[in-house]
């Protein structure tokens, strides 16, 4: 009997759980850095900007840019929700306080961190799954880095490009004011881009 790819195990167990009545990420609770239930309506009305980390990436650097990120437009709106994951190459392995330490440290890191997650697979929390339910993977895009993370997914699973998962740490999630999922960015998009993004949604009513 052939078994079901993992992606599609967490999707149905999302939806077994109630995923389908969840209409916006502010239907969803999280936890944040010290485990309290954080629910995501309170941010109703802001911009938010998820995010799967690690501290022993590759694309751990793009903290920095994150952070000028929120220097910028947290006073218009946007809350950049940080959450680690150990999925990816094991790379962000340390308990919450040393990521905290880690990050806060190295780069001054002063937007909301949440409790490690699993972004795929069965143990997902429903929130991902969600997430890339409404955007799913477009390709890396163009350059070196691009065809490098092409390569190696590839290596492991020659169909990953048509799956909507999670592909790699620093995956991108801009939500509007109305809780919708408006775009989506691999880790090996631009910052700038992004950054595009994020102030055509805060200049959105």
Same mark, same amino acid.
């Given at each position: 009997?052939?078994r079901?790819?993992?992606?599609?195990?967490?999707l149905?167990?999302?939806?077994?759980?109630?995923?389908? #009545? +969840?209409?916006s990420?502010y239907?969803?609770?999280?936890?944040? &850095?010290?485990?309290?239930?954080?629910? *995501?309506a309170?941010? !109703?009305?802001?911009?938010?900007?998820?995010?799967?980390?690690?501290?022993?990436?590759g694309?751990?650097?793009?903290?920095?840019?994150?952070?000028?990120?929120?220097d910028?437009?947290?006073?218009?709106?946007?809350v950049?929700?940080?959450?680690?994951?150990?999925?990816?190459?094991?790379?962000?392995?340390?308990?919450?306080?040393?990521?905290t330490?880690?990050?806060?440290?190295?780069?001054?890191?002063?937007? #909301? +961190?949440?409790?490690?997650?699993?972004?795929?697979?069965?143990? &997902?929390?429903?929130?991902?799954?969600? *997430?890339?339910?409404? !955007?799913?993977?477009a390709?890396?895009?163009?350059?070196?880095?691009?065809?490098?993370?092409?390569?190696?997914?590839?290596?492991?699973?020659?169909?990953?490009?048509?799956k909507?998962?999670?592909?790699?740490?620093?995956?991108?999630?801009?939500?509007?004011?109305?809780?919708?999922?408006?775009?989506?960015f691999?880790?090996?998009?631009?910052?700038?881009?992004?950054?595009?993004?994020?102030?055509?949604?805060? #200049?959105?009513?």
């Open positions: 009997m052939k079901k790819p993992l992606y599609l195990i967490a149905t167990t999302a939806i077994a759980s109630g995923l389908s #009545a +969840q209409t990420v239907d969803f609770t999280v936890s944040d &850095a010290k485990g309290n239930d954080l629910p *995501l309170q941010f !109703k009305g802001k911009v938010l900007l998820i995010v799967n980390t690690a501290t022993h990436c694309f751990t650097p793009q903290y920095k840019e994150l952070q000028a990120i929120h910028r437009w947290a006073d218009k709106g946007l950049i929700l940080d959450f680690p994951c150990n999925q990816f190459g094991e790379q962000a392995p340390g308990s919450m306080e040393e990521i330490k880690f990050c806060s440290t190295k780069y001054h890191t002063a937007f #909301a +961190q949440l409790q490690k997650v699993e972004v795929n697979g069965p143990n &997902a929390h429903p929130l991902w799954p969600f *997430l890339y339910g409404k !955007k799913g993977f390709g890396f895009g163009k350059g070196v880095m691009a065809t490098a993370m092409d390569k190696m997914l590839k290596s492991k699973d020659k169909d990953y490009a048509g909507p998962d999670i592909k790699w740490n620093f995956t991108k999630f801009l939500v509007n004011r109305q809780g919708e999922v408006v775009a989506r691999e880790p090996t998009a631009d910052m700038k881009t992004v950054g595009e993004a994020i102030e055509t949604a805060i #200049a959105e009513e």
